[in-house]
Nanobody, 126 residues
Framework: QVQLVESGGGLVQSGESLRLSCAAS????????IGWFRQAPGKEREGVSC????????YYEDSVKGRFTIARDNAKKTVYLQMNSLKPEDTAVYYC???????????????????WGQGTQVTVSS
């Protein structure tokens, strides 16, 4: 089992930036895919972005393309989500997710990720 600890959420105004961090630990934390889901009040969880640990390829949900950037520091086993030009519709709880057997792509669903962090709140005011 992989442990995921998120940090970096907060309250910002529209157009500002935040960087989320997720530190992973555990015997399989260096394999598979790691990324972020989010859940807004009254809505289903949606995939935001993920990165394949083996080759660094990335996936972004359409609404965040060009604004969010995912990156992983292999030495620190930490994945970052740089969020720029934030919008009120980005308000949600953001969850770090990981699975050692997954190659992430547009078809990856919440059920494909076996490990989840506790979540961090991102609130964007207009």
């Amino acid at each position: 089992q992989v442990q995921l600890v998120e940090s970096g959420g907060g309250l910002v105004q529209s157009g500002e930036s935040l960087r989320l961090s997720c530190a992973a630990s555990g015997p399989t934390s260096d394999y598979g895919a790691i990324g972020w889901f989010r859940q807004a009040p009254g809505k289903e969880r949606e995939g935001v972005s993920c990165i394949n640990i083996s080759d660094g390829t990335t996936y972004y949900e359409d609404s965040v393309k060009g604004r969010f950037t995912i990156a992983r520091d292999n030495a620190k086993k930490t994945v970052y989500l740089q969020m720029n030009s934030l919008k009120p519709e980005d308000t949600a709880v953001y969850y770090c997710v990981q699975d050692p057997d997954l190659y992430c792509s547009a078809s990856a669903t919440a059920g494909d990720f076996g490990s989840w962090g506790q979540g961090t709140q991102v609130t964007v005011s207009s």
